[in-house]
């Protein structure tokens, strides 16, 4: 997503801001490899605007790339919270000016909190408590953030672990209306302290929710992708650029379409467009979606039951110490030399369409499958990442369509 004409620069979501750590300045030639530019950086809270710091250089690769360490030229920091960068590129003998707006992203989300929700119109007795999704859930829940697993765990204060006699109870994300959505899980996700979010359910390019057909303004439980952009500060627009309050870490958003385009990972502060690893300043971060419509399956006690499986064996693989890309493949068994692993449900990928139930029932197509896109760092871990992956935009299953 840009919002200037490429003739002479693009530029890219993931580096529209700065901070005061230290900032690459980055935009590509694309009409031509060789050009000379200056990148003079200016602050417009002042009228007129005041000049912060110059670079100017050359590049033959069509790569413009600056480091700016946040500081005057008179090395005096800068405090405020916006900067428009005036690029004059020359790509022969007519230098062309073009603006990118940068944004200051020092709120960067220091917090170790992970949250899940889940929502869906099968049976509601799947889904509410000591039902067959409910428990499966409620593992996925336990293994992230209780304490007593001897596991590096996360916190959360929308879910709740398993405790015995505890007041109130144990809560695994379980969604039924539209309230639930917007005042309870909206609202935790805004909290500084969150940066990690799993959901299951239906899904658009625009929404979530727990029915197919969503009637917006109704108490049916969903909730747009608007929401939460403006909640967590990550929007953006012509006049005021990218905004990036409230970045993300990790997000699987597992219902249909939420990968088809770029909505709602952008929602939660995650870019992928840069097309450069050496970029400094930019977060460890992962955004897993599917591109299309999706089969889940939850119609009885034994999809819910296989189902659930899949999703505790991705997450206690995330939990212990496995990268991103590992756990997907682990819970896509068929896609993997299609052997398996006592996964009778595994990740709806391409490659999956002949599954067989625990029950012994075996599904075969109409399922309906699609890519798994990651957005992000495959080598993305519980901490840190594996610098052994590139980050990038994969698709798993794709080769299988």
Known sequence: QQFNSPTAAQFYAATAGFMSSGTTLYATTPTSQNATYTIDLYDPSTTPPTLIRSFSGSTSTGVIQESWDGKYSNETQFTGDKVEAEYTITLGSDPVRQVQILNAWDI????????VAYAFDCNASLLQQNGEFWNQMLGVVDVLIMPNLGLDVYHSTFDRFFCVNCSPGPYPGYIADRNTFYNGLLSNLEQNDVENFY????????????????TVGSTQPYLLTSEVANGLGNTASVQDGFKNRHEYRFVFLDACSTAKDQQWQHAFGIYDDIPAADVIGL???AFLGWVDDVTHGITDVTTAKDCGTTLNRFFADWMNGKTL???????????????TSGLHWPLPVPGNEIIQLS??????????TAPLKLAGNPGLMRRGSDPAYVPGVYLYGAERQ
């Open 359 to 368: 029950n012994g029932e075996i599904v075969q197509i109409p399922l309906q």
């Open 283 to 285: 977060p460890d971060q």
């Open 199 to 214: 959901y299951y359910g239906h899904g658009q390019q625009s929404l979530i929710s727990g029915v197919r057909i969503v």
């Open 108 to 115: 960067v989300n220091p917090g170790n909190n992970f949250d």
């Open 325 to 339: 890309d590992y756990c997907i493949r682990d819970c896509s068994v068929n896609y993997i030399d299609n052997h």
